[in-house]
């Protein structure tokens, strides 16, 4: 029989994987749709997505930051601050939303141009990422207003959100697409819809959350901005070797040739979409550490420590044999085309293996932002890029190919993995 703490990772759990795992299943959607127009449609929406997700993603402290804070000072009965968190938070969102997007109206060219594709590829992404950017606002209010229902334990409400924006995105994709002609462009401005779809309903959450706080019995003396950036600036600098070195990854993709740009573009999607699997409970894992701790409770070798380490193993055997026995099948299907079965067939097992490393190193970055330890958070993720960069340059350098690349990748988790179990149990 499950006991209290399995229910209680569940009940966090999966909510945010069914939200999680929409996104990356959209992009998916994105590109099967592109595809149909062509495989160079398919590689303008690897280079535009890669250029997108430079500059969107380096804002993920919206999330990883806010969740544990407002978990922290709901368990104290502090509301005040959590409706200072939340007015500060969109403050943010606003300055960085309209931030992204004037630097990609204004520098497109040059940021697709480090990717050196042909002129027609880098014709598709301009089409594809500047109605796309336009909708980054959009983006980053749903992260942040998630984020904080997640504090809250109002996870049900991501997923509502979710099933919204992709329902929206993928009938718009086909519709714009298909019906209109818009090409790249529809598929660009159907995501920036579905966003503003989806913000619209979390914020009218949020609000009727907020209006229903009790009285404030006891507000503590918290800086709201000096948290929020102590723990932020943390993030934001992990969230920068991060997404440089996968940037980097899928930037010598795409010199070595057009097939390799979209096949390494479906393979991070299909990657990304089961690592939202660890990623759930993970998200899960910052609500109820950060919960135990601000009780004056520790977490190493507790039962919630011991739940989450087998659940985590679970899942990555699972997720593993998944990805070994059906990864060819996956990329055929999604690519509408055979011609990458055999460079797939040569990547399957280091594919699935990085995901089984992956999935420790990714439970141990909520695990550490729940123990409030976000400077060990980033100083894993900073050391794994940095090594991971280095080979993914000497992969370069002598033409390793794609196999070369995801060696790189699951050297960098691998040292993740081992440095956030160190760290970890020194709380």
């Known amino acids: 029989m499950p006991t209290k703490t399995y229910r209680d990772i569940w009940v966090n759990s999966y909510p945010v994987f069914f939200a999680l795992v929409l996104e990356p299943v959209v992009a998916l959607v994105d590109s099967f749709v592109a595809s149909k127009l062509g495989l160079l449609y398919l590689s303008g929406v690897g280079v535009g997505e890669s250029i997108y997700g430079v500059l969107v993603w380096g804002f993920i402290f919206l999330a990883y930051g806010t969740t544990p804070l407002v978990s922290s000072l709901r368990s104290k009965g502090d509301f005040e601050n959590i409706t200072k968190l939340i007015i500060f938070g969109r403050k943010i969102v606003y300055f960085f939303g309209i931030l992204t997007f004037v630097i990609i109206y204004f520098y497109s060219e040059y940021l697709i141009s480090l990717f050196e594709p042909t002129s027609e590829v880098t014709e598709f992404a301009r089409s594809y990422i500047l109605p796309r950017t336009f909708g980054s606002i959009f983006y980053l209010y749903v992260l942040h207003t998630a984020a904080v229902l997640r ?21 718009l994709d086909f519709l714009f697409v298909f019906s209109f002609g818009l090409g790249l462009f529809g598929i660009g401005l159907a995501s920036t819809l579905a966003f503003l779809s989806a913000s619209i309903y979390l914020h009218n959450v949020l609000r009727k959350e907020v209006s229903s706080f009790p009285p404030n019995i006891k507000s503590l003396n918290v800086d709201i901005r000096k948290n929020f950036f102590s723990m932020s600036f943390a993030i934001l600098l992990r969230s920068f070797f991060l997404v440089g070195m996968m940037t980097l990854m899928k930037n010598f993709a795409s010199r070595i040739s057009s097939e390799a740009i979209a096949l390494n573009h479906i393979l991070l999607y299909v990657w990304t979409i089961f690592t939202m699997l660890i990623d759930s409970v993970a998200v899960a894992s910052q609500t109820l550490v950060a919960e135990k701790i601000s009780k004056g409770y520790t977490y190493w070798k507790t039962d919630l420590s011991k739940s989450l380490v087998k659940i985590c193993f679970g899942l990555a055997v699972i997720v593993f044999l998944v990805l070994f026995i059906f990864l060819v099948d996956f990329v055929e299907i999604l690519s509408n085309t055979n011609a990458l079965n055999s460079a797939t067939e040569e990547l399957r097992l280091l594919v699935a293996a990085s995901l089984f490393i992956g ?14 330890s976000s400077n060990h958070f980033a100083i894993i993720t900073i050391a794994g890029s940095v090594v991971g960069g280095a080979l993914l340059f000497f992969t370069y350098v002598n033409n390793l190919g794609l196999y070369g690349l995801w060696v790189s990748l699951c050297v960098s988790l691998v040292i993740r993995s081992l440095m956030g179990f160190y760290f970890q149990k020194l709380k």
């Open 359 to 372: 999935f420790f190193a990714f439970l141990w970055d909520g695990v550490l932002l729940g123990l409030g």
């Open 151 to 171: 504090g809250l334990r109002k996870a049900n409400a991501t997923l509502v959100s979710a099933v919204i924006a992709s329902s929206i995105n993928i009938i």
